[in-house]
């Protein structure tokens, strides 16, 4: 077989993915503390108690990005586990960023 530049993509493609999956399978339990912040803000607005850390007590934003708590709060309001759901969303997200790399150029 001769090396070309078709052929290293294509391997260069096929390593890049089979690393990607390890790490993947490799990190898939571990999740940052941080986000269990997030977590606590989705839980207390999907009970219906607002965006407050301590429920009955004025609201702190605490929390660092809005948008993953509105999709968290939402996620708990489908009745679905958190910590899975936006793992998969992020992992969509990574994919869907990677999708754009490559056909925008």
């Not at 009955?56 to 934003?61: D, F, N």
């Not at 993953?68 to 969303?89: G, H, Q, R, T």
Request: charged content about 10%; hydrophobic content about 60%.
């Amino acid at each position: 077989m001769e090396l070309n530049t078709k052929n290293i993509c294509i391997v260069a493609i096929f390593v890049s993915v089979i690393l990607f999956i390890l790490m993947l399978v490799y990190v898939w339990n571990f999740t940052v503390d941080d986000a269990f912040i997030s977590f606590v803000y989705g839980e207390h607005l999907a009970n219906g108690f607002g965006l407050v850390w301590n429920i009955g007590q004025p609201p702190v934003e605490g929390y660092t990005n809005f948008l993953w708590v509105l999709m968290i709060a939402f996620i708990l309001l489908l009745k679905l586990n958190p910590v899975i759901s936006i793992k998969l969303i992020g992992l969509l997200c990574f994919w869907d960023y990677c999708f754009i790399l490559v056909h925008n150029k």
